[in-house]
């Protein structure tokens, strides 16, 4: 027995109401639920749509759909981290480079300043003021995108991932200071400095780069992706 679409709406609604908010995840379960389904009514044709539905579910086990959406949200996690390294690799091509090496030998020679605290101090302010401002733009980007009937797991991540970004910079200001005030060797400047540019860098492609993407990023890896 072919399933009908009326069929295949019901089993959206079924993963839904089991709480499987993103389309993608919600797409791999009905395919899975329906071919199982399909199977069980070809071998039993007096079971009904819903004892197969049962008995397809049971095989999830006790925690249904859990284990399903965490694996899929980890294997999307790898899928956005292969897109943000992929955009750090360009940071290190020219013409990027010229930025990236202006950025660190800024950050170089702070370090050696007799004024690194002062400096510093006004960098990062400017910096978590930033980071807090395009936190709340992509906010509120991301809930205009959220009024439609699809939600996509990697949608959720490129917006929301970036949002997390900025406690980082909140939690790190302590440690500027510490770093400043303390004579360090040029060795540990050079370290201390790669680690901020890279810091920087991350924190513009998350909150900037990446979400001006998003459309792109996520026709590229959903087929049936249309934009909102």
Known sequence: MK???AHIDQLYTFTQKHYVEW???QTELVDHLANGI?????????????EALDIEFKKFGVFGFMDVVSETEKSMGKHYRRFLFAEV?????????????SLFLFFLMIFKSELSEVILLG???????WIGYKTILLNRAFNKRRKTAKKWLLEHIIFQ?????????LLNIFNVFNLSSTPTSTVVAIFVSALFTFA???????????PSKANELLKETYPTFVTN
């Open 200 to 210: 920087v860098i991350i924190s513009v492609i998350s909150l900037q780069i990446l």
């Open 123 to 129: 960098f990062y302010v400017l910096f978590v003021l």
């Open 89 to 101: 690799k360009e940071w290190f091509k020219v013409p990027q480079f010229i930025a990236t090496l």
């Open 161 to 169: 991932q970036a949002s997390g970004v900025v406690f980082v910079g």
């Open 3 to 5: 399933l009908t679409k």
């Open 38 to 50: 399909e199977a069980q009514l070809q071998d039993n044709p007096k079971l009904s749509f819903e």
């Open 23 to 25: 389309y993608d995840v």
